[in-house]
């Protein structure tokens, strides 16, 4: 009786420190994303603060008296845990401008002077205004890559499709070969596909500039699909394969020995059920071209992709970090959302291990 | 005869469908990876006007900035890829069972390697400033006095070494750890368990067991590992800029993005290109030879 509970407390201990050790990996793992992620919303002001605050603040603390040149505004500093003045000028649009840019704050001129109204009756004037959380995406767009954020996004997105139709269409045909006939040179083939994926891709690419340009797609969208795709070509044929080598063929059998033909039994049977499947494989393609950055750099001239923009921003974000930050996050988003939905099919990325 | 024949043909059809389901693939692959493979080949092996020689590579040999970039490669190759092992070798041991919440735990062990490479850099850039969330943390967590501060980036060479091999290290040892993890568990428990019944503790099972069981994981991840670590350049590029630590690739990107008025700029990267392409098409031919790829009559490797 006192022994079991003996064990049991130690298994309870043991178990505990399990969670704890698991906790301490993730622990590691998040902080600097978590930082990152906090980062993208602190305002410019902040953003240079020593040390960071660890959260953004949703409303910023103002100060306001008479200063020696016109109204002094001083700022509630989260570091310091005081007020820290700011700005001292008449100049309302200044102040609006300051506001908005440096606090992440937009306040109009009439919200000021409702505020200055108040300093004829009272000596010092304090007030909150909310932050606008998401001023640093909004900037991002407005000047990252001068002005061709958006459109870089645009194109990306059309990357990435095509990249998907492309590697679909021609990967999931011979993925289907691959899984339900026997040949000669089977092996090989579908090895010889695997090399080409693992090839650097920024061996072609230097070529692959006057052959697109031959085409007249260079700096377009589809030149660069047609280089992504011959990696996710080969990452298609390998999923696809897998995915129709699990569904059995009696499945088909079954539905010609009831009167349909051998495409209409692919097409209804073995189709559906492969979806879920072809869908990662979609992802992944997804996923490759929208984080691919060196091809692009090299492919891309007035066209920049989205991966692209962000490289720059970051590559010369010494004067703003937030804004780099807020880059980056646009960019992780995607590729985390899609991750998470193809998290069972990760170990078939290089078509080794199966989970 | 007539139904003889069309059988024939439907026969011989039959054999030639799976041909005819990969052509296009191959079709693809002839016109837009073979032929820019095979002139990259020819482009690092002639001169501008397009004459054979080998005038490139001995350019490229003796650039200042040859031998400290395959230096630089090397050490970073050797250790990421050795920390890495050991490192996700330890987390998938210990955390080799099923328990409560595993799949939250292995999703999150995914986002650092699905953070795109300019959203990493971003991370990483940001944290690595003076007055970054790195030194913040540090000194949120009591380490750094108040007004003191680490200059990440202006370190030695040696340092900037060992950063961005951390770095890489935190970004690849949970996707390792989840490679190795799926190994473990393919492995059959009686396995073990007769281990222990003839007497052996954990460290013998693990080392005559355990390991010689997982050893084509292992092969499998380290070596897709050492494929993609002698491609590091771009966090390389973020953190210091270019020709600041050069390592290969980063040098074909510089030759072709940053000093694209020269003559020789086309040369110069084609062959870095070239010598890239050989170390890694080597490390992938070692990596389907392991794979099986060679083996006559193997059906499957999945």
Redesign the interface.
């Known amino acids: 009786m006192k022994k079991k509970r003996w064990i049991n407390i130690n298994k309870a201990a043991k178990m505990t420190s ?2 704890i ?2 906790t301490g ?2 622990i ?6 978590f ?2 992620v906090s ?1 993208s919303f602190l305002s410019t002001r902040e953003a ?5 605050p ?1 959260l953004p603040a949703l409303t910023t603390k103002f100060e306001l008296t008479h200063g020696e040149r016109g109204y002094l505004i001083s700022v509630y500093d989260r570091v310091e845990n005081e007020y820290m003045s700011v700005l001292d000028t008449q100049d309302l649009e200044k102040i609006s401008q300051y506001t908005r840019y440096q606090l992440g704050t937009p306040m109009t001129i009439e919200e000021i002077e409702q505020e200055i109204v108040k300093l004829e009756t009272q000596e010092i004037v304090y007030f909150t205004h909310r932050r606008n959380l998401l001023f640093n995406y909004e900037t991002f767009f407005r000047v990252a890559g001068t002005g061709q954020a958006i459109p870089a996004l645009i194109r990306s997105l059309q990357i990435c499709a095509l990249t998907i139709v492309i590697s679909l ?3 999931g ?2 993925g ?3 899984a ?4 000669k040179g ?4 579908k ?1 010889g ?4 994926r ?3 891709g ?7 500039v ?2 697109l340009a031959n085409y007249g797609f260079f700096d377009k969208p589809i030149g660069l699909s ?2 992504y ?2 990696g996710s ?1 080969a990452l298609t ?2 999923i696809t ?2 995915i129709f ?1 699990g569904i059995p063929v009696s499945l088909e059998e079954a539905a010609q020995v009831f009167g349909s033909t051998k495409t209409h039994a692919f097409l209804r049977i073995t189709l559906p059920l492969a979806f879920p499947g072809l869908a990662a494989a979609a992802m992944f393609t997804f ?1 490759g071209a ?2 691919e ?2 091809l692009a ?2 492919l891309t001239q007035f066209n920049p992709t989205f ?1 692209v923009v ?2 720059q ?3 010369g ?1 010494v004067g703003q ?1 937030n804004l ?2 807020a ?3 646009v ?2 988003l995607p ?2 959302v ?3 939905f193809i ?1 069972r099919y ?3 990325m ?6 | 005869m007539a139904v003889a024949s069309s059988k024939n043909i439907r026969r011989s059809w039959g ?1 030639i ?3 005819l ?2 052509l ?3 079709l ?2 002839a016109a ?2 073979l ?3 095979i ?2 080949v020819i ?1 690092s092996f002639t001169n501008a006007s397009g004459h054979f020689t080998l005038q490139n590579f001995a350019m490229v040999i003796n650039d200042e900035n040859f031998i400290p970039a395959v230096r630089n490669t090397a050490v970073i190759v050797f250790f990421s890829v050795t920390l890495e092992f050991l490192g996700a070798l330890f ?1 998938a041991l ?2 080799n069972r099923k ?1 409560a919440g595993s ?1 939250f ?23 690595l ?1 003076a ?3 790195i ?3 540090l ?2 967590l009591g380490i750094l006095a108040e007004g003191e ?1 680490v200059y990440w980036l202006a370190g030695s060479e040696l340092s900037l070494l060992a950063l961005v091999i951390f770095i890489d290290a ?1 970004q690849v040892i ?2 390792v750890m ?2 190795l993890l ?2 473990l568990q ?1 492995i059959p428990k009686e396995t073990q368990e007769a281990g222990y019944v003839f007497g052996g503790n954990y460290l013998t099972v693990l080392r005559k067991i355990t390991l010689p069981l997982l050893s084509p ?1 292992i092969q ?1 991840a380290m070596i ?1 590992r050492l ?1 993609s670590a002698i ?1 590091i ?2 966090i390389i ?2 953190l210091l800029g270019y020709s600041r630590m050069p390592v290969l ?1 980063e040098r ?2 510089y030759y ?2 940053e000093v694209k008025g020269l003559d020789i700029s ?1 040369q110069m ?2 062959t870095y ?2 010598i ?2 050989a170390i ?2 080597l ?3 070692v ?2 030879q392991i ?1 099986g ?1 060679f083996k006559r009559g ?5």
């Open positions: 399990f969670y050790f698991v990996i993730m590691a793992m998040l902080i600097p994303i930082f990152i980062l240079y603060r020593f040390p960071l660890l269409s021609i990967g045909m011979a289907y070969a691959f339900r006939y026997s040949f089977h092996d090989t083939l090895f596909v695997l090399f080409v693992m090839f650097p920024v061996a072609i690419a230097l070529p692959m006057i052959i047609l280089v795709s011959i070509i044929v390998w394969a897998s080598m996923l929208w984080n950055t060196i750099i090299i991966s962000v490289f921003t970051v590559l974000s970090v780099a930050a880059g980056g996050m960019m992780a590729a985390v899609f991750t998470f998290r990760i170990n078939q290089w078509g080794g291990v199966t989970v | 054999r469908i799976p041909y389901l990969i296009p693939v191959i693809y692959y837009f990876w032929r820019p493979v002139t990259a482009g987390l210990l955390i328990f799949g735990f292995l999703f999150f062990a995914m986002i650092p390697m699905a953070l795109p490479a300019a959203a990493a850099g971003a991370m990483w850039l940001t944290g400033t007055h970054g969330w030194n913040s943390l000194y949120y501060k935190w949970p996707s989840i490679i799926a190994g393919n994981t499998t897709l494929i491609q350049w771009l590029v973020l690739l074909v990107v072709q993005k086309y990267a084609t290109t070239i890239v392409a890694v098409s490390a992938a031919l990596y389907l794979s790829a193997k059906k499957e490797v999945i």
